[in-house]
């Protein structure tokens, strides 16, 4: 009702029925202690009890935002009635997911971009490649592990030239647990608009869109009881809050 008053210069109610003078005051007594929380044109109409949709929706915005925990006690703050709901399912994923991006640093990977649930990682061309995968894959189950133990958390993951699961990019390797591939790097664009280009076959293997292969690892969790539940490491939730 306060919102109709908030829109309409003239609110009626469902059955057509015209708010009454002592109604619309009412409301507008009441309304007027949020026009601290608007900026000074919403704050503005408001005191001067000038009805209109901008007015509506700044007074919405304003009264559904609260702060939200996460399982490790994370606050998103202001978050929306949507927004707070999702956070405890996906709060605790994006809080996994920073863990791991922390530990994968720690371990002197090269990070090079977080992309939705995948972590792009740039390694030597001329490594152990499958150790290398091993050890990534153990730092993002470990860490997704810590914040739900409770869950059975897997990984997927390979090597790429170019950021993507095309199969004409993937990078193998062979029994000496190094690349097969001796297709020399061409330049490469990536998200940054940069280009990158490499003929060094035993430089840097690289992640997503970089210069020899990608290591596209991201991790993926079910309820122990295999159902239809399940948790992927970061989604928008690490961008956020």
């Known amino acids: 009702m306060a919102l109709k008053v908030l829109r309409d210069p003239a609110p009626v109610t469902a059955k057509g029925v015209a708010y009454?003078?002592?109604s619309l005051e009412y409301f507008w007594d009441r309304l007027q202690p949020l026009a601290s929380g608007l900026d000074l044109k919403m704050?503005?109409?408001l005191k001067k009890r000038q009805p209109g949709k901008a007015l509506s929706f700044a007074v919405k915005k304003t009264l559904d935002r609260a702060a939200v925990f996460t399982i490790t006690g994370r606050m998103r703050?202001?978050?929306s009635y949507s927004a707070r709901r999702n956070t405890v399912f996906q709060g605790p994923a994006s809080d996994g997911a920073k863990l791991a991006l922390y530990r994968l640093?720690?371990?002197g990977f090269q990070v090079v971009a977080f992309i939705h649930d995948e972590v792009i990682i740039e390694v030597d061309a001329t490594c152990n490649l499958a150790a290398t995968k091993k050890q990534?894959?153990?730092i993002l189950v470990a860490s997704m592990k810590e914040i739900c133990p409770d869950l059975l958390i897997e990984v997927e993951g390979g090597y790429y030239r170019r950021w993507g699961k095309d199969k004409a990019d993937e990078v193998l390797f062979?029994?000496?647990n190094r690349s097969t591939d001796s297709t020399e790097a061409s330049p490469i664009r990536i998200?940054?608009?940069e280009e990158h280009a490499s003929n060094d076959t035993d430089g840097v293997c690289a992640a997503v869109g970089a210069i020899e292969?990608?290591?596209a690892v991201h991790a993926e969790g079910a309820h122990a009881s295999q159902d239809v539940a399940r948790v992927d490491l970061g989604r928008i939730e690490v961008l956020q809050g």
């Open 105 to 107: 640093w720690r371990a």
């Open 213 to 215: 292969c990608v290591v």
């Open 174 to 176: 062979g029994s000496d």
């Open 191 to 193: 998200d940054t608009g």
């Open 43 to 45: 704050a503005t109409a």
């Open 136 to 138: 990534i894959d153990d």
């Open 77 to 79: 703050a202001k978050a």
């Open 20 to 22: 009454s003078a002592e």
